[in-house]
């Protein structure tokens, strides 16, 4: 009976909230949240895998992680990607669909920018009011706020409680009980015991004279114990005066010592408090002092490193000379040919962040069709590896090494620029030339991209802080057609150690730039070609009569902002 009156208010209940639509209940949302992890591994094979060959691999993987996934489908759109997961919650099948592109889970594989990205994988489901992501064990989690209908809803808490509930209720309620009746049978006794305890004191007294106290009730017996209630009254009155009047001193002496305590306290505090600021004042001074001393040193140092950087950085012009006809150097980072021995180098000086510098010699030559760059650096150390991929035999999985290759960069800037620094914040565009030690090894051509600098965000772009204080925004795209390497991740052991990268062939405008480099007695050796014009859009012109600003950049087994830059450079053609 009481379940059908629950059940009946219940029903009015949603009937008020619905209105007098009948199919309001089924427009009110509720959100339920569900949980799936994927591993590391498999967020690269999904992004990895872009012809959906692995998908039984990937719905194994995840189920294996998740006891609630029922199905996993992936539709994909370019390097737009949807994952579709079915998940069993409470006898309901939920399908949220995530939305993301292929190095958004490249960055998540590797924890990088979760918060961005999740607020992209809410777009793949009006569903989904909310994603939170965290990172443990090499295992991507997500928690999803999946909409449910009112209805179904409804129908979720309305379930009746199984036999197993209701027995798990009744002896809850009967254990209670116990325990309630235990308590008051042990209060009870205590009672006792105190009331006995204060009728033997009595006993024990001298004052007891003709009056008499029926003590059976509390000793459980049959003696009668003659009392004088009058005099044990008026002792118990004047022993109560005395300890009252006790108490009274006691506290009168106990307030005036924590009155004088925190008399003493005072003056202590203030007395610290004086020494304190004349002690910060002192300090504060010092530090200013020291402030002042520290910026004229600063500004005394950047005015001198500016003058040496001046003075090191006067050539900053290349001259591109003229090939005799029908003669073109051979692009294999040799730099012994007679085409280039008679041109003399030119010395570029390179710095970092740090103030290390390097020197770069650079050499440009032209024929009717296509431009020849050779740079030459020295390097102390040979890094040919990136990111090699090593064997964990206790996971039986491949994970990342530390070690990073060698390169070196060329930027020919699309517009007149009077800084050639990426934090400068001048927004710009610029044919982006890339070589790597490692990902190029054995290859005949050159990374062709193009790089744009932007003050306001750009899709896919990274920021960093300009030199003015403000963000700048760098994205960097690969020209159109497949790239001169690409990434490897083996699912089973191949060996201790495997390269990251594996070179091959590019296609399309990915190709227009040729290089080849050597690593002979301390220093690299690179060659570059590349046709004047491509007539590609994502390329610059090489126009004879024009000077073209560029820069360069040598890294030395590092990568992004750790790299020796040049200051802007000019090429001309003789």
């Known amino acids: 009976m009481k379940k059908y009156f629950a059940n009946a208010f219940l029903s009015i209940l949603v009937s008020l909230l619905c209105c007098t639509d009948s199919n309001a209940q089924y427009k009110t949302v509720f959100y339920e949240e569900i949980s799936v992890s994927i591993p590391s591994k498999i967020l690269f094979e999904i992004a990895a895998d872009e012809t959906n060959s692995n998908v039984p691999h990937i719905e194994e993987g995840i189920k294996n992680n998740n006891e609630n996934v029922k199905k996993v489908e992936i539709f994909r759109d370019g390097t737009h990607i949807l994952l579709k997961i079915h998940i069993l919650k409470d006898k309901d099948i939920l399908a949220p669909t995530l939305s993301f592109y292929k190095n958004e889970f490249y960055k998540l594989q590797n924890k990088y920018a979760r918060t961005e990205i999740t607020k992209n994988m809410k777009k793949g489901d009006p569903k989904i009011k909310s994603i939170k992501s965290s990172y443990e064990n090499n295992t991507l989690g997500l928690t999803i706020s999946y909409s449910l209908p009112y209805a179904k809803r409804i129908s979720l808490v309305d379930r009746p409680l199984t036999a197993t509930a209701t027995e798990a209720a009744r002896k809850k309620r009967e254990a209670e009980e116990v325990a309630r009746k235990k308590r008051e049978a042990e209060e009870a006794a205590a009672r006792e015991k105190q009331e006995v305890a204060a009728i033997k004191l009595v006993v024990k007294s001298k004052d007891v004279l003709d009056y008499e106290i029926d003590v059976k009730p509390i000793l459980k017996g049959k003696d009668k114990v003659p009392v004088d209630k009058v005099a044990l009254m008026k002792k118990e009155e004047a022993r109560k005066k005395r300890e009252a009047a006790e108490a009274a001193r006691k506290k009168r002496e106990a307030e005036k010592a924590a009155r004088k305590k925190r008399e003493a306290a005072e003056v202590a505090h203030k007395?610290?408090?004086?020494?304190?600021?004349?002690?910060?004042?002192?300090?504060?001074?010092?530090?200013?002092?020291?402030?002042?001393?520290?910026?004229?040193?600063?500004?005394?140092?950047?005015?001198?490193?500016?003058?040496?950087?001046?003075?090191?950085?006067?050539?900053?012009?290349?001259?591109?000379?003229?090939l005799p006809r029908n003669k073109v150097p051979k692009v294999d980072g040799i730099s012994k040919e007679s085409l280039w021995r008679r041109i003399s180098p030119t010395d570029f000086i390179l710095t970092k962040a740090d103030g290390k510098r390097v020197t770069v010699q650079l050499k440009a030559t032209y024929s009717r069709s296509t431009i020849y760059i050779l740079a030459v650096w020295p390097d102390r150390t040979r890094n040919e590896s990136h990111e090699t991929l090593v064997w964990d035999r206790r996971k039986g999985e491949y994970y990342n090494d530390k070690d990073m290759e060698d390169s070196i960069s060329f930027l020919y800037y699309m517009d007149d620029l009077k800084n050639s620094c990426m934090k400068s914040g001048i927004e710009t565009e610029a044919d982006y030339w890339h070589w790597r030690a490692a990902r190029l090894k054995g290859s005949k051509f050159s990374f062709d991209g193009k790089l744009k600098i932007s003050s306001t965000q750009l899709p896919h772009a990274n920021p960093y802080p300009s030199h003015n204080g403000k963000v700048v925004w760098i994205q960097k795209k690969n020209d159109r057609g497949k790239t001169p390497w690409k990434i490897q991740l083996p699912i089973k052991y191949e060996g201790d150690k495997v390269p990251s990268y594996r070179p091959r062939d590019p296609t399309g405008s990915a190709a227009d730039v040729s290089a080849r480099g050597r690593y002979t007695k301390n220093k690299w050796t690179v060659e570059f070609s590349r046709k004047l014009s491509t007539g590609n859009s994502d390329d610059v012109d090489f126009d004879i009569k024009k000077k073209q600003p560029f820069a360069v950049a040598v890294y030395n087994s590092s990568a992004k902002q750790d790299h020796f830059a040049s200051d802007l450079l000019t090429l001309e053609f003789q």
């Open 271 to 322: 007395k610290r408090e004086a020494e304190k600021a004349a002690k910060q004042k002192k300090m504060a001074e010092e530090a200013e002092r020291k402030k002042r001393e520290t910026e004229v040193a600063a500004r005394k140092k950047r005015e001198a490193e500016e003058a040496a950087r001046a003075r090191l950085n006067s050539k900053k012009v290349l001259t591109v000379h003229k």
